[in-house]
């Protein structure tokens, strides 16, 4: 059974910071995806990547693929207080891509 | 255009009983599949339906059951609640026929078991 542990489980910061997030898996992603969960909504899908040491962005957000397609990294220049939520990694198989694998998630606090 | 809706949003059972979770998928949207999120943990995967039909299911026990009708939206039924049922179920809809490569979550169904 694949196990997606992501780190740190908290963060608390303060808005115009910078902040990195963590997300291990046990084995091989077939393709990883982040999403972010506001309070009483659900998750919401940022982006997906494929390929081993690929590197997105959007916006503010950086998402990086280790090569070896086992970790994945989400880096927020200058968090504002709307990045407030829970971020998850999550493992899409391929073929069945409804059946996705999610990490313990990360809970991110931005204040003023 | 409508997300995906899903009723109630709250809802407070005793062990032992049954409950039922209705999802009306996003507009254009097939396939619906329902997830468990405990308190502080990732959502895990209970099953999907495509085609009025179980396609997938996770590791949930027999007491979890479902349904889709022809208008593809569905039911996830639980018998015999237990205390650790305690949770928010999530629905989430997509197009089979683009791989059902995405997904569009409701904002879930939160159970309380007492």
């Known amino acids: 059974t694949q196990l997606l542990e992501q780190s740190p489980q908290f963060l608390s910061i303060q808005e115009g910071e910078n902040l990195t997030v963590y997300c291990n898996s046990s084995?091989?992603?077939?393709?990883l995806q982040w999403y972010r969960q506001e309070p009483g909504e659900g998750p919401v899908l940022l982006v997906t990547?494929?390929?081993?040491?690929e590197v997105k962005k959007l916006k503010r957000l950086t998402f990086q693929f280790g090569d070896a397609r086992k970790d994945s990294s989400l880096h927020i220049t200058a968090a504002q207080t709307g990045d407030t939520g829970l971020y998850l990694c999550?493992?899409?198989?391929?073929?069945?891509?409804?059946?996705?694998?999610f990490g313990t998630g990360t809970r991110l606090q931005v204040t003023l | 255009d409508a997300g995906v809706t899903q009723s109630p949003t709250h809802l407070i059972k005793t062990r032992g009983q049954q409950v039922t979770l209705r999802c009306s998928p996003k507009?254009?949207?097939?396939?619906v599949s329902w997830y468990q999120q405990a308190l502080g943990q990732g959502p895990q995967f209970i099953f999907q339906?495509?085609?009025?039909?179980e396609r997938q299911r996770g590791n949930f026990p027999d007491r979890f059951s479902g349904h889709q009708f022809p208008n593809y939206s569905s039911e996830l039924n639980v018998n015999a609640l237990l205390l650790g049922d305690s949770a928010l179920y999530l629905c989430?809809?997509?197009?089979w026929g683009s791989g059902a490569n995405v997904l569009t979550f409701g904002a879930g169904s939160r159970l309380t078991v007492l």
């Open positions: 507009s254009g949207h097939d396939t």
């Open positions: 999550a493992d899409r198989f391929t073929g069945t891509a409804s059946k996705l694998t």
């Open positions: 084995s091989v992603f077939s393709s």
């Open positions: 989430a809809s997509s197009f």
């Open positions: 990547v494929v390929t081993g040491g």
């Open positions: 339906y495509y085609e009025e039909e």
